[in-house]
């Protein structure tokens, strides 16, 4: 057996920072059957300290149909359309971190949500959120910043959604 002084084989770097240190943001996301559900989730997190600096409401284009999504600062968040080639319905998202990470997914070539997601996610949970989207369901994607803030959304997220609630992080548009 030989011995050698060098570690592992070095691991390719994809033009930038080690993984720990790419840009990314955490999130609680919960799915939803209506706009009202949705509405308690966002006071019932007010109401527990959770600041509401980030979130994204990602659903098929038609459920934002006559819809204003205001954001905090009591500004109509922009919807932008997600056309994947393979999805059966038009998606769409919120303006933000999550439309932005997706719409560059989509322009590097994913067919559909679940690809775009897999970027971040697990196969299963990936499979998952496109799923609950062809559904016709709302998923909420709330930005968590510090222990507190995903323990309080995973309180009111579990309060007032669907089933469970996952916790994610997102790599930035820019990260790999």
């Not at 007010?46 to 204003?68: H, I, Q, W």
């Not at 994913?110 to 897999?118: C, D, M, V």
């Amino acid at each position: 057996m030989e011995k050698t002084t060098e570690p592992f084989a070095p691991l390719s770097s994809h033009a930038g920072l080690p993984l720990t240190e790419q840009p990314k943001l955490r999130f609680a996301v919960g799915t939803f059957e209506t706009w009202p559900q949705v509405r308690e989730a966002l006071h019932d997190l007010r109401v527990r300290g959770v600041v509401l600096d980030c979130f994204n409401c990602l659903a098929l284009k038609r459920a934002f149909s006559g819809k204003t999504i205001v954001a905090p600062k009591q500004e109509p968040l922009s919807v932008q359309a997600l056309p994947f080639p393979d999805s059966a319905e038009l998606i769409a998202c919120t303006a933000g971190p999550l439309a932005d990470s997706l719409k560059a997914r989509l322009d590097s070539g994913a067919s559909n949500l679940k690809h775009a997601l897999g970027l971040w996610l697990i196969p299963r949970h990936a499979a998952h959120f496109q799923d609950a989207v062809q559904a016709g369901r709302i998923l909420l994607w709330i930005r968590v910043v510090d222990g507190d803030d995903e323990r309080s959304a995973c309180q009111s997220l579990l309060a007032h959604s669907l089933n469970s609630v996952g916790v994610h992080d997102l790599v930035l548009p820019g990260g790999k």
